[in-house]
């Protein structure tokens, strides 16, 4: 049985402790065995040294999310799988400050990410969280920040006398023996859904993390919902209220990349907004950004590019002319196939293919039982300047199932 967690944070509050996590280089998985048979050696307890190659391992894995910051501070699994990145805490923070915010209540404060961008942009933080040991791994987070306090508390109890701002970022996972599992209904989250509602009835300026998946109906009336991107991975669909709201925005896809940051937003309420035509696949494919999907704006895209859906439920664009957008991932249609697995094998075979690459959209077929179908030996087998590479599309139009052969267009965005 793992560890509880409280098991795996404790004995690193101590010198001793603090010191031998201090002490260890990068973790790395394949030298773990040995560095757990010589910390024992060198006379440090098994609960100890499981705790510091466990945290060890954790930081290693916030690094995608916290950077440098990772290295001096204390993650609990489920802590880091819900985490805020930092880039994305930031903006959260700077909404606030925008807004003439002093005093933000972090309620749920979880590891204490989104307290630590508020913090530093010199607001006055009470981060307060109800589990024991995450509350205990925030206070050593925000150790270097003398204007945040944590609490450890019901977030839902809490006195928010003297506060003007409130950031929630509900549990949305249980833990068990057996790792953690994510919970979908609103109402089932810590808080729910309808605390932040009171909050926001009250006229305070409040803030919201929810699930990408969050669907159009469940959104309130009344705030900006604006979904989040990082490098095409979509993280967040952030619920803003009252003073944080922007009063010309209902939603809003923000996408963050390598080359900056890029927002989409529209003022129309869900299911209203600019209809995109429906056209023939040719010119150039156009795969939409997660964010964009999920913040209903395709067909605000397919207009700033000219363009059309190859089907009115399918969320891909084409268009004649090639162009630069951070809203979607260009492709150069080669070739438009009825989808069939027997001519799809020959073609791969005609062609001399070794490396296929299976996007899809709007279908059930799995791209990994097709790639076992159609190439030989059933998976990937080309190396770097050997065999052809190619890529395709799976979708529908209308009720018929086609394969796009595609190639990808480096652009600048």
């Known amino acids: ?41 060198a006379g440090h307890s098994p609960e100890l040294v499981s705790a510091v190659l466990t945290q060890s391992r954790l930081r290693t894995r916030a690094e995608a999310k916290f950077g440098e910051f990772a290295s001096q501070m204390l993650f609990t699994q489920a802590g880091l799988e819900q985490a805020t990145r930092l880039n994305v805490a930031a903006r959260h923070a700077q909404r606030f400050a925008e807004a003439g915010v002093s005093h933000v209540a972090d309620l749920g404060c979880g590891l204490g990410a ?40 019901d977030a839902t109890a809490v006195p928010l006398d003297g506060i003007d701002g409130v950031w929630l970022d509900p549990a949305r996972r249980v833990t068990s023996t057996s790792g953690t599992t994510r919970i979908w209904d609103p109402e089932a989250f810590s808080p729910p859904l309808s605390f932040v509602e009171s909050l926001a009835e009250s006229g305070m300026a409040v803030g919201v993390k929810m699930g990408p998946g969050m669907p159009h109906e469940s959104v309130p009336q009344g705030c900006e919902a604006q979904w989040v991107s990082v490098n095409g991975d979509v993280t967040e669909v952030a619920l803003w209220f009252n003073a944080v709201r922007r009063a010309d925005v209902r939603r809003s896809a923000l996408v963050l990349g390598p080359n900056g940051a890029a927002e989409l937003a529209s003022a129309a309420d869900f299911g209203a907004g600019p209809a995109a035509p429906v056209g023939p696949v040719a010119g150039y494919l156009y795969e939409p950004d997660g964010a964009v999907i999920r913040a209903g704006l395709v067909a605000d895209v397919a207009q700033e590019l000219g363009g059309h859906l190859v089907d009115e439920h399918i969320a891909y664009i084409c268009a004649p002319a090639l162009a630069d957008t951070p809203f979607a991932r260009a492709y150069k249609v080669l070739d438009v196939m009825p989808y069939n697995v027997k001519a799809l094998k020959a073609w791969v075979k ?30 990937n087998a080309g190396k770097k300047g050997a065999g052809k590479t190619a890529t395709l599309v799976l979708t529908r139009i209308g009720e018929d199932r086609v394969a796009i052969v595609v190639e990808p267009v480096a652009t600048g965005t």
């Open 1 to 41: 049985m793992p560890n509880a967690p409280q098991d795996q944070i404790a004995p690193l509050l101590t010198p001793e402790g603090w010191d031998l996590l201090a002490s260890l280089g990068p973790y790395r998985e394949d030298a773990s065995f040995e560095l757990n048979s010589a910390l024992r050696k």
């Open 114 to 153: 989104d307290s630590l961008a508020l913090a530093s942009l010199d607001l006055t933080v009470t981060a307060v969280e109800q589990d024991e040991t995450t509350a205990a791994c925030a206070t050593v987070n925000l150790i270097p920040f003398p204007n945040a306090t944590v609490v450890h508390a």
């Open 350 to 379: 005609q062609e001399g293919i070794t490396v296929l690459d299976i996007k899809k959209r709007g279908t059930a077929v799995t791209p990994e039982e097709l790639r076992k179908q159609l190439l030989p030996g059933g998976r």
